[in-house]
T-cell receptor, first 113, second 114 residues
Framework: KAGVTQTPRYLIKTRGQQVTLSCSPI?????VSWYQQTPGQGLQFLFE???????NKGNFPGRFSGRQFSNSRSEMNVSTLELGDSALYLC????????????FGPGTRLTVT | GESVGLHLPTLSVQEGDNSIINCAYS??????FIWYKQESGKGPQFIID?????DKRQGQRVTVLLNKTVKHLSLQIAATQPGDSAVYFC?????????????FGQGTILTVHP
């Protein structure tokens, strides 16, 4: 079974721009969660989608948003980028029977200059 | 509790030794606890999980112990190998409507010397 894939793997953006990151979950997994990883704050939960609906959200500003498509693929968007948004963005998928048992992709490394 | 990543704890062991990585969790209502391993340049890899109604669970070369009284979780790795070198994270999930929301600990850097 193929794992979670994320595109792109690396991204460099300028302050004020917006960015969209993509995640394809493991086949059959309907839940997709997004996390931000930084050296200062560690791994922090952004949001979770299940069957195209957001069912959990972390403590991030409204500039961070996401969506999920009918094939369970998910995207997250960050608008008006700030330097502090530089991070590794990780996507994880899980089956509907074990939402906490998450399998992570390799992440997208976002650098904001 | 929120994860803070500065100055991660480190554990340095010799190949073949047993390793014990500790984690204090914050939410007494957490129902699931998971250990992840993260190697450089990769996403976290699921190792083992334990539910709050258990005290111990064993996997291949790994054992997780849960002490709910003091809100403490540990991961024991038997016969540690150089390939075990990575950052290890504990994560908790409150179950119920928390669904896929995991709260991660700060992580511990494990270095295994040949």
């Amino acid at each position: 079974k193929a794992g979670v894939t994320q595109t792109p793997r690396y991204l460099i953006k300028t302050r004020g721009q917006q960015v969209t990151l993509s995640c394809s979950p493991i086949s059959g997994h309907r839940s997709v969660s997004w996390y931000q990883q930084t050296p200062g704050q560690g791994l922090q939960f952004l949001f979770e989608y299940f069957s195209e609906t957001q069912r959990n959200k972390g403590n991030f500003p409204g500039r961070f948003s996401g969506r999920q498509f009918s094939n369970s693929r998910s995207e997250m968007n960050v608008s008006t980028l700030e330097l502090g948004d530089s991070a590794l963005y990780l996507c994880a998928s899980s089956s509907w029977t074990s939402a906490y048992e998450q399998y992570f992709g390799p992440g997208t490394r976002l650098t904001v200059t | 509790g929120e994860s803070v990543g500065l100055h991660l704890p480190t554990l340095s062991v010799q190949e073949g030794d047993n390793s014990i990585i500790n984690c204090a969790y914050s939410n007494s209502a957490s129902d699931y606890f998971i250990w992840y391993k993260q190697e450089s340049g990769k996403g976290p890899q699921f190792i083992i999980d334990i539910r709050s109604n258990m005290d111990k669970r064993q996997g291949q070369r790994v054992t997780v112990l849960l002490n709910k009284t003091v809100k403490h979780l540990s991961l024991q790795i038997a016969a540690t190998q150089p390939g075990d070198s990575a950052v290890y994270f504990c994560a908790e999930n409150a179950g119920g409507t928390s669904y896929g929301k995991l709260t991660f600990g700060q992580g511990t850097i494990l270095t295994v010397h040949p």
